[in-house]
């Protein structure tokens, strides 16, 4: 179990290098799966943490649909990649506009996705064991709302407005659970903001850490 990729690992594995690192308390950001482990070092250490900035951040349910989590559950799995179309669909549901493709770069990341996929599929099956109930449902429990609700960390929620895997409604969730934090919409932007936006994105940050 020390091996799998799971949630609690990473935050074990990532306090630890912060730990030793002694520079802390943090200004935690991560997008995605990033943004979990982030939040998850904020709730179990929260001493190192000044401030935690999820962008579109995993491990949080939304009270209505949550399309990533549903695909996990019926067997699909956007990250693993065998050919170029498994690629564009990739890339149309990570980000909101049409990508261009950039000569030698687009077909050298789509040839280390194809070729890093069974590695993919290992970290979200290693995931889907964590946060999978004994029913075979996604648990609550298992997710991070009910931690949020009694932090004493400052979080400030940046999500894409068109985010097709974790929906920008997860907002209102997250503002209704601890009314304390702060929530940050990028506009015209899907999944990865640092990505698409990255521009905005900077501007929350020197708002957040003024």
């Excluded at 020390?2 to 802390?24: A, C, P, R």
């Excluded at 997710?143 to 999500?159: C, D, G, R, S």
């Excluded at 209704?176 to 640092?194: A, F, Q």
Aim: proline share 5%.
């Amino acid at each position: 179990e020390k091996q799998m990729h799971t949630l609690q690992n990473y935050t074990v594995w990532m306090s630890d290098f912060l730990i030793e690192l002694d520079l802390g308390p943090y200004c935690l950001a991560g997008n995605s799966l990033g943004g979990a482990i982030a939040s998850n070092i904020a709730f179990e250490y929260p001493y190192l943490v000044e401030a935690c900035i999820p962008i579109s951040s995993a491990a949080y349910l939304n009270e209505g649909e949550n399309p990533f989590y549903q695909e996990i559950l019926s067997g699909k799995n956007l990250f693993f990649v065998e050919n170029k179309a498994d690629y564009q669909e990739f890339l149309r549901r990570v980000f909101h506009k049409q990508m261009k493709e950039i000569p030698l770069i687009s077909s050298t990341l789509q040839t280390e996705m194809i070729e890093s996929r069974f590695w993919l599929l290992k970290l979200m099956e290693d995931m889907k064991t964590f946060m999978i109930g004994v029913d075979d449902h996604w648990s609550p429990k298992n997710f991070m709302n009910e931690q949020l609700q009694n932090t004493e960390v400052q979080f400030h929620f940046i999500w894409g407005r068109y985010d097709s895997l974790f929906p920008v409604q997860t907002l209102d969730v997250l503002s209704n659970i601890n009314p304390l934090v702060r929530t940050y919409v990028v506009e015209d932007c899907g999944h990865c903001p640092h990505l698409e936006r990255p521009v905005k994105l900077a501007q929350y940050f020197k708002q957040i850490m003024g």
